[in-house]
Structure formats: structure tokens, C-alpha cells
């Protein structure tokens, strides 16, 4: 959760949330996470708490419900949405 609270903290709600989509001015942040070396820390970060969460909760009547499957889809809408993010759909102004 590093990552997560590190993003919030640099960039704030309105970064976190594309407030520049809405007329929010929102800071170029360089320092951490954004140093890390990776171009998406907050869903990194997101992505390592479910797994993370997962292998701290799961069982087996969980794994029967489909537990890891859910989780495997949450995190690969993470995964979209960065490829979403990289691609520059989010960089056009409405």
C-alpha cells in the first residue's frame, strides 16, 4: 500500500482522480513513487495488495467460489487500464 498512499500523497485527490479531465490543476510530481521506476506505482501497488490479500485469506471453499478468478479479473482491469493510460486516451482533452 506504499505505492497507493505515496500516490495520494504526491499528487492528491484530484490527481489520483483525472481532475485535470476537469479543469483541476494537478502537479508534475518527480519524487516518489514516481521514481520508482515505474510508470503506473499507484496500480502496482493495488495489484500487490490483492494478490498480497489473497494468498493471506485464501482457502479452499474461498478458491471454490472463485475467489482467485475474481481477483485475477481485478487485477487485469489494472492492467488494461495502464495500457489505456500509456496509450495517451487520458492525455486528450474532453
Known sequence: QIF???TYAAIGNAGVYYGFKL???VPWCYG???NSGMRHPQYVGVVLTLWGGLTVVLC???ALRGVPQLVLAWAGMYVVMCAM???GDND???
Open 23 to 25: 479543469g483541476r490543476t
Open 92 to 94: 486528450k482533452t474532453a
Open 85 to 87: 493510460e500509456q496509450a
Open 4 to 6: 497507493n498512499a505515496a
Open 60 to 62: 479452499e471453499e474461498l
Open 32 to 34: 516518489f513513487p514516481f
